[in-house]
């Protein structure tokens, strides 16, 4: 495992093909007035665990000094106000757009954990990451696909909490299974920059 400081460094090892694939949790392809498909089915998915799913944020919403600015612009497009949380993710989220281009498309993916975890046991979590109960469901879900996380986990780095890893390991899974042919896609339709607003488990 690796921490590294932002996407553009990835994106680097993608060019390279020193990567062969990698998910993010982070909206690729953005709406102009109406929810995303693949928000709408990833949240049917994850059942229980569907409030973890925040909407992406509209187009117009990019480059919104403060939240308020945020809020109007979303009002001013769809009728409806903007979350606190999904503008919390805003700055990340604009950095991924600048990044992005079709073509990165095919190695470069985004991936919901609650949705990789639903598709990796055939059903939702049933309790939440953040509860001990609901970090064993995931440790143990994953050891299937991955013998050796518990040893990742015991040599995080200290800054890092366990449930990131877990996020982290079950989008490898996703990255993994969309590398051979296996995934499953929610969504598809293309955003005005021609970008597939997907999710890919």
Known sequence: ??????LSEIVSLLDARWVSAVGITIPI???ASRPRLCDLKAREMAGPRATAIFPAPLRCTLGSASFEEASSRTKEA???????????N???????DRLMVPERQRYLIEVHPEVSFAALVGRPMANPKTVSQGRLE???????AFPDIAEHIRQRDRLVQPDDILDAFVAAWSA???VTGNSTRLGGELDERGLRMEIIA
Do not use: N
Request: no cysteine.
């Open 78 to 88: 769809s009728g409806k106000t903007m979350s606190r949380q999904t503008f919390a």
């Open 176 to 178: 993994r299974r969309f």
């Open 138 to 144: 995931r440790l143990g879900a994953l050891s299937r």
């Open 29 to 31: 392809g953005l709406p």
């Open 90 to 96: 805003l700055l990340r989220i604009e950095a991924v």
């Open 1 to 6: 495992m690796q921490v590294v400081p932002d």
